[in-house]
Nanobody
Framework: QVQLVESGGGFVQAGGSLRLSCAAS????????LGWFRQAPGKEREFVSV????????YYADSVKGRFTISRDNARNTVYLQMNLLKTEETAVYYC?????????????????????WGQGTQVTVSS
């Protein structure tokens, strides 16, 4: 089991930036990848980005490419999501998730079922 705690959410105006953090604890040596998802009210949870723990491979949803940057600090067992040029439709609860599966094809990390442990989420509200 891995415990995940997100932080860094808040209120921001459209076009602004926020940086989310996800701190992992527990059996972190079992982690192959940490991903970010988001869920807006009344919508399904959707993939945002993922980074593999050992070799730092990265994959983004098309909707955030060029605006969001994922990074990791293995020494601190923490993953970050820098979000720039935020849009009002990106208001959502953002979740961090740990995958214990290794995929060569990063597309497989789009699937919620690839992840075994989830954080409690952090609210991001983007106002117009």
């Amino acid at each position: 089991q891995v415990q995940l705690v997100e932080s860094g959410g808040g209120f921001v105006q459209a076009g602004g930036s926020l940086r989310l953090s996800c701190a992992a604890s527990g059996r972190t040596q079992d982690i192959f990848a940490l991903g970010w998802f988001r869920q807006a009210p009344g919508k399904e949870r959707e993939f945002v980005s993922v980074i593999t723990w050992d070799d730092g491979r990265i994959y983004y949803a098309d909707s955030v490419k060029g605006r969001f940057t994922i990074s990791r600090d293995n020494a601190r067992n923490t993953v970050y999501l820098q979000m720039n040029l935020l849009k009002t439709e990106e208001t959502a609860v953002y979740y961090c998730a740990a995958s214990f599966r290794y995929y060569v094809d990063m597309h497989f990390y789009n699937d919620l079922n690839a992840y075994a442990n989830w954080g409690q989420g952090t609210q991001v509200t983007v106002s117009s």
